[in-house]
């Protein structure tokens, strides 16, 4: 230390927390106050780099950091206060986790000599939160809260990134105590590499079993997307001539528009995407997991298949089905590696293969394309999204609840672009689709957002209306209301003879009246003829929170659907046929 | 099978609570875990001794590998290795037990460390094996109180874990 050209500035360790976000390029945090993490709001209000957003509910402060996560590929980050704060954003902590998404979430925690003691608001979070996050600390050293933060940005931001909770005792945060502060540029851990780039003799190996496959498909998930690496499979799609089938949470990292497209694979996909997994000579899974809503019975899964798997995450490789060809790594490089191995070996598959290849793939899009029977006098939901799919020219955020609508959305929409479809695959999180379509909108003003939900999930998190109202956040929320918890119904249905133990949605609210009560637009559409004029009225008002209460055909199930216990291949098409 | 998984921890609070957590979360089974900081005071080593298929094997490595606070980790049972547990083992020792639990831990090279007029305390040092073998050849005593440390493990000549 030789001269001291600038001086270090003396902050509180509360206007660190603040300052540290600021210089790690937050700009909005979301969150809710309370006693623990008082000096952190004041210290927030004295300044205005970075802008705080005061939820209804802790829950939909985590969703709105996660769906920004989604839509931006950057961390999300999360104030809330200990105890019951804290508690409340467990279930946004999870959904985050469950899908691989970057958060990093200030929970408040009592003063340091009060822990263990059952102080008022004492929860421990540490404890609660630690199998459902990447990874958690606790501040113990006022000094140590930039390094603290710049670790959690760096670990839920690389390798198989994740929700980070940082614990920060009040004592802290005490105003009057300043330390010497410097934000790291970098961070480096020695229990802590992940892996970038991946082996270079597996690389080789899978361009030459694709290159040697009769019967190929290209089954992609969330990873190509949080990975940003949309353009490398597309292009790699396309020089192949390889079928496309997308997970739920992969949707829109390869164009739905294309031809090369065959839909979602699963539980709820398509059925040529499923009969084409399940008849493949050769699986290219990408950033992709195989989990048990796409395999169905694993001891079934697509047996004549050669399966080349690329992820970040080790242990996402042969942990459900075994992977012949392994490639850890970060699914943009490795693709491009196998980009430039392809070009250079300018070899394509086996064309008069691949050509009765696609023919059978074409076959099998005829048994069910998508089929749904429109002709009955009430609206139906995949109708409902077809027409939000048109007038939002397939190019708005789609952030959706949970449940049958959920489904329609995912099968009907046609998402062309990658972040735009935001959903709670892997925890299925009622309640997540308002605040996340919040967080869309935030930060992506100009951009059409729609919330998809039914009149179950909305009611989870309804008191966001008012967040709505405070930031200005014209969000279209189109409510698919069938009356009913519609996909527990399904389920009575099939498995329950109809017996609908608690699914029927009872005393709902006028939702007109209550969008309205918020300070809303509501329209209500009970006939198919109100449909459209009612979603070209809503998208034309700009900037306002329009909520249209769309009555559908509460008879309505989600086809095809995979018989449980059945292979990829096994479904229902419809509720009179089956595979 | 049985595998000794050894484990280089950083030396934080939160750090073992995670790991043991993953087990329970998972569903792996912990047959024996020993923890204690080594000769750098920033690491902890860890013995665990566990079994399940070699999926769940691989699974359990590769799950530990992702824990941020593990540094390094080796499955001993890639190669040869020597395993040591020991035990404290109390026993009633009057009347004709008193010279058969003596000769026994002679046997076993057992030491003979606390005496009352009624008991012997035994401890012992060896695989678990061993161990398990020293307590059926006490099966026509009274054992009083057993207390074994669970295994620690290290590799066979050069191979280290270590930074
Ligand atoms: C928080 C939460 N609780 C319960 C469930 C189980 N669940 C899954 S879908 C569903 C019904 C959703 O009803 P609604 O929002 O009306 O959608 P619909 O299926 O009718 O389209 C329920 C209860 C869940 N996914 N999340
Ligand atoms: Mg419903």
Redesign the interface.
């Known amino acids: 230390m030789t001269s001291q050209s600038k001086q270090t500035e003396m902050l509180s360790g509360a206007a660190m927390v603040i300052r540290a976000l600021a210089d790690e390029g937050v700009e909005y945090l979301y969150g809710y106050p309370g006693g623990a993490v008082l000096h952190i709001y004041d210290a927030l209000f004295q300044q205005t780099k970075v802008k705080h957003v005061l939820v209804r509910h802790e829950q939909a402060a985590t969703h709105m950091a996660d769906a920004y996560a989604r839509a931006s590929g950057k961390a999300g980050a999360v104030l809330v206060t200990s105890g019951p704060g804290a508690t409340n954003a467990v279930t946004g902590i999870a959904t985050a986790y469950m899908d691989s998404i970057p958060m990093v979430v200030l929970t408040g925690q009592v003063m340091s000599h009060l822990i263990g003691d059952d102080a008022f608001q004492e929860t421990d979070m ?2 609660i939160s ?2 459902i996050c ?5 501040v113990r050293r006022p000094e140590d809260i930039p390094a603290i933060i710049k670790k959690a940005f760096y ?1 839920a931001q690389s390798g198989r990134p994740g929700p980070v909770v940082i614990d920060i005792p009040k004592d802290m945060t005490i105003p009057s105590q300043t330390f010497p502060y410097h934000y790291p540029s970098e961070v480096k ?4 590499q992940p892996k970038l780039k991946g082996h270079s003799g597996q690389i080789k190996k899978a361009v030459t079993a694709l290159l040697a496959a009769k019967k190929p498909i290209l089954y992609a998930g969330g990873g190509v997307i949080m990975g940003g690496a949309s353009n490398e499979l597309t292009e790699l799609a396309q020089l192949l001539n390889l079928p496309v089938t997308n997970t739920l949470m992969g949707l829109g990292c390869y164009p739905a528009s294309d031809i090369q497209f065959i839909g979602m694979l699963g539980m709820h996909g398509s059925y040529e995407a499923n009969q084409t997994m399940h008849h493949a000579d050769l699986i290219l899974a990408v950033g992709a997991r195989f989990d048990d809503r796409v395999t169905n019975n694993t001891k079934k899964f697509c047996p004549d298949a050669t399966i080349i798997h690329i992820d970040i ?3 996402s490789i ?2 459900t089905i075994n992977a012949h060809i392994p490639i850890v790594g970060l699914v943009q490089p490795v693709l491009s590696e196998m980009l430039a191995l392809l070009h250079h070996k300018k070899k394509k598959p086996d064309s008069a293969a691949m050509k009765k290849w696609w023919q059978q793939i074409y076959e099998w899009r005829t048994v069910h394309g998508g089929r749904y029977d429109n002709a009955a006098p009430q609206l139906k939901p995949q109708y409902v999204i077809e027409q939000v799919s048109k007038i939002t020219k397939g190019d708005a955020f789609v952030c959706s609840d949970v449940g049958q609508h959920q489904m329609f959305a995912a099968q009907y929409y046609g998402f062309n672009k990658p972040n735009r479809w935001i959903n709670s695959g892997g925890l299925g999180t009622m309640g997540f689709g308002l605040p996340a379509a919040m967080g869309v909108k935030l930060n992506y003003p100009d951009a059409d957002v729609v919330c998809v939900t039914g009149e179950g999930s909305i009611q989870m998190n309804i008191q966001e209306l008012s967040t709505c109202k405070q930031y200005g956040l014209g969000v279209k929320i189109i409510n698919l209301n069938n009356g009913y918890l519609g996909m527990v119904k399904q389920w009575q249905d099939m498995n329950y003879e109809s017996r609908y133990a608690s699914s029927y949605m009872d005393s709902l609210p006028d939702f007109v009246k209550l969008a309205e009560a918020y300070g809303h637009v509501g329209i209500r559409v009970t006939e198919p003829e109100q449909l459209i004029p009612a979603l070209e009225r809503a998208f034309a008002l700009k900037d306002q929170l329009v909520f249209l209460d769309i009555h559908i055909d509460p008879k309505e199930h989600v086809y095809p659907m995979q018989i449980p216990g059945g292979a990829m291949n096994e479904m229902f098409l419809s509720k009179t046929e089956r595979t | 099978m049985r595998h000794i998984i050894s484990v280089l921890l ?1 030396n934080e ?2 750090a073992l ?2 790991l043991v ?1 993953l087990f329970a ?1 998972r569903g792996y089974n912990i047959d024996s875990l020993t923890v204690a900081p080594t000769e750098d005071a920033t690491l902890s080593r860890l013995t665990l001794v566990t079994h399940g298929n070699d ?1 769940v094997i ?2 359990i490595t ?2 530990l ?2 824990l ?4 390094k980790l080796t499955d001993l049972n890639e190669s040869a290795h020597l395993e040591r547990e020991l035990m404290l083992i109390k026993v009633k020792a009057s009347g004709a037990a008193r010279d058969e639990v003596k000769r026994c831990a002679d046997i076993f090279r057992g030491q003979i460390i606390d005496v009352t007029a009624t008991t012997y305390t035994v401890q012992l040092v060896g695989t678990s094996d061993k161990l398990d073998a020293f307590i059926q050849a006490l099966a026509g005593t009274t054992i009083l109180e057993v207390v074994r440390s669970g295994v620690s493990g290290i590799a066979r000549g050069e191979k280290t874990l270590a ?1």
């Open positions: 540490l404890g630690r199998p990447k990874h958690n600390m606790s670990i851990l020695r229990s802590y995450d080790p242990a042969s942990k | 950083e609070s939160g609570a995670r957590g979360q999926q691989e699974q590769k799950q590998h992702k941020i606070e593990v540094v930074l």
